[in-house]
Nanobody
Framework: QVQLVESGGGLVQPGGSLRLSCAAS????????MVWYRQAPGKERELVAR???????NYANSVKGRFTISRDNAKNTVYLQMNSLVPEDTAVYYC?????????????WGQGTQVTVSS
């Protein structure tokens, strides 16, 4: 059974940093694009950052220059380093694994981790 387990969330003051981790029990982890999403109260889920199987990255405009996504295929883990946090970053952050293989899309979600930015 595929599991994605996020960790590293918590309460942080504005300007602070957090590093989220997502450990995946996925065979062929390296073939998946890994994506971080977030959902704030009353808002739709939005893409925060993606890292492809080849290592290319892209970010939401709101987090460019502040967040960094990375992956360690040996550990089946993806990270999100979040710096210069602002209250608008407050949300539940979800890890997603995504792969298109022979016309079939495989998509898995973690349970989410809460990030709260507040003084």
């Amino acid at each position: 059974q595929v599991q994605l387990v996020e960790s590293g969330g918590g309460l942080v003051q504005p300007g602070g940093s957090l590093r989220l981790s997502c450990a995946a029990s996925l065979s062929a982890f390296s073939t998946y694009d890994m994506v971080w999403y977030r959902q704030a109260p009353g808002k739709e889920r939005e893409l925060v950052a993606r890292i492809t199987s080849g290592g290319s990255t892209n970010y939401a405009n709101s987090v460019k220059g502040r967040f960094t996504i990375s992956r360690d295929n040996a550990k089946n883990t993806v990270y999100l380093q979040m710096n210069s946090l602002v209250p608008e970053d407050t949300a539940v952050y979800y890890c997603n694994a995504d792969r298109l293989n022979w016309g079939t899309r495989y998509k898995y979600w973690g349970q989410g981790t809460q990030v709260t930015v507040s003084s």
